[in-house]
Structure formats: C-alpha cells, structure tokens
C-alpha cells in the first residue's frame, strides 16, 4: 500500500509500505493492504511502519529504527484517511 506523511513544515514520507500502526484516539490501530476505508484522528504516540523504506536526508533525523524492518515517527496529533491502498497521514 502507499503511504504519504505530511506535517506543517514538509512531507516526511512518500512510498509504497508493508503497514502502518497509528495511535488513534480509541487505541493503536494498524492497517494492512485492501484495509477497509478509514478516517480518524490521531493522538500523541508513535506511528510505526514495517517495510523496507528510503527516507530523504532531510526528514531522516525526525525517524527512528524499530525492531523487524520498522520505522518510528513520534507525532503529537493529527488526522488519518486510508481509501483504496493510499493512507494519507497529516502530523503535527
């Protein structure tokens, strides 16, 4: 699935990903190809996301590594949608 993460200042990342886990406002919830459409809002936490993927040099410092091929984005909110294999996340 495509995954696109955009905050105020930049798009952080822009990619095809195995999941995501997002911390929403009712729990951590993850999604994986053909997941039924969704919006929610997100609360403080951690988006983690499995796959093999490239970061830009610019963005690089705001990831971390997780264990078993995943990357961690703290965030403080912010707002999901995923609708036909594309999530689209704007973080704050």
Do not use: Q
């Not at 993850?30 to 951690?46: Q, Y």
């Not at 997780?66 to 704050?92: F, H, P, R």
Request: glycine content about 8%; hydrophobic content about 40%.
């Amino acid at each position: 699935m495509y995954l696109e993460i955009v905050s105020p200042e930049a798009t952080l990342f822009k990619g095809e990903v195995v999941s995501i886990t997002v911390p929403g406002i009712n729990g951590d919830f993850e999604m994986l190809n053909n997941h039924a459409p969704v919006v929610s809002l997100l609360k403080e936490g951690t988006v983690r996301i499995a796959g093999n993927i490239t970061l830009d040099e610019e963005v690089e410092n705001r990831f971390t590594k997780g264990d078993k091929n995943t990357t961690l984005l703290k965030i403080n909110s912010g707002t999901l949608e995923m609708n036909g294999n594309k999530v689209i996340v704007l973080a704050d």
